[in-house]
């Protein structure tokens, strides 16, 4: 199936560095989620996006829905060891609870003391 | 936000065996729910589309006669692994969307072990 293009692949940060990663497409979303998935776990929902142009906080986290809707970035300000995981974008192109859900290839982050 | 159950965490099983993973949606109601594989390292991939009272909808590629899925209630759907094997190994997660149908909220996932 179709998958999302995210970038980095990886990284490796220091504590308290900012953090920045983006997700691309071909086509076209009217939504973008941001999700971490820890090791052996489900991904869990960091940020939604429901809105091109859209500019969203979560605490240490922003995330954008790009104003020609095929893009969208996440930030993370001042990591911390517990940021460590994979990050996944996702894009839909419906709302309503049948809709699917497009997964990038995933970020994965590193954090160093 | 919602909460998204499954059961069993882990599973391992012999090859040729049947295997039945549950999905709960705890404090809402899921008309639809859906089922992804997850191998090491990689992302999601949407295998099926899980529907309350009708027939699942299995994406491109995926065997229906392999992977049963039945959704009977609005909090409970399953998905049996039949004859599995050991490519079968990989890691099994539901997902759901609220009630709102805005966000879509993931299961623990199942690790499932086919020796």
């Known amino acids: 199936g179709q998958q999302l293009n995210q970038s980095p692949q990886s990284m490796f940060i220091q504590e308290g560095e900012d953090v920045s990663m983006n997700c691309t497409s071909s086509?076209?979303?009217?939504?973008w989620l941001w999700y971490k998935q820890d090791p052996g776990e489900g991904p869990v929902l960091l940020i939604a996006?429901?809105?091109?142009?859209e500019l969203t906080s979560n605490g240490r986290l922003t995330a954008q829905f790009g104003i020609t809707r095929k893009d969208s970035f996440l930030n993370i300000s001042a990591s911390i060891p517990s940021d460590v995981g994979i990050y996944f974008c996702?894009?839909?192109?419906?709302?309503?609870?049948?809709?699917?859900?497009?997964f990038g290839t995933g970020t994965r982050l590193q954090v160093t003391l | 936000g919602a909460v998204v159950s499954q059961h069993p965490s882990w599973v391992i099983c012999k090859s040729g065996t049947s295997v039945k993973i549950e999905c709960r949606s705890l404090d809402f109601q899921a008309t639809t729910m859906f089922w992804y594989r997850q191998f090491p390292k990689q992302s999601l991939m949407l295998m099926a589309t899980?529907?309350?009272?009708?027939?699942?909808?299995?994406e491109q590629g995926v065997e229906k006669d392999k992977f049963l899925i039945n959704h009977a209630s609005l909090t409970l759907s399953t998905l049996t692994v039949t004859s599995a094997h050991p490519e079968d190994s990989s890691f099994y997660i539901c997902?759901?969307?609220?009630?709102?149908?805005?966000?879509?909220?993931f299961g623990p996932g199942t690790r499932l072990t086919v020796l």
């Open positions: 996702a894009g839909s192109l419906n709302t309503g609870t049948a809709s699917k859900l497009t």
């Open positions: 899980s529907n309350e009272g009708s027939k699942a909808t299995y």
């Open positions: 996006l429901y809105k091109a142009g």
């Open positions: 997902s759901a969307r609220d009630g709102r149908g805005t966000s879509m909220f």
């Open positions: 086509s076209i979303f009217n939504t």
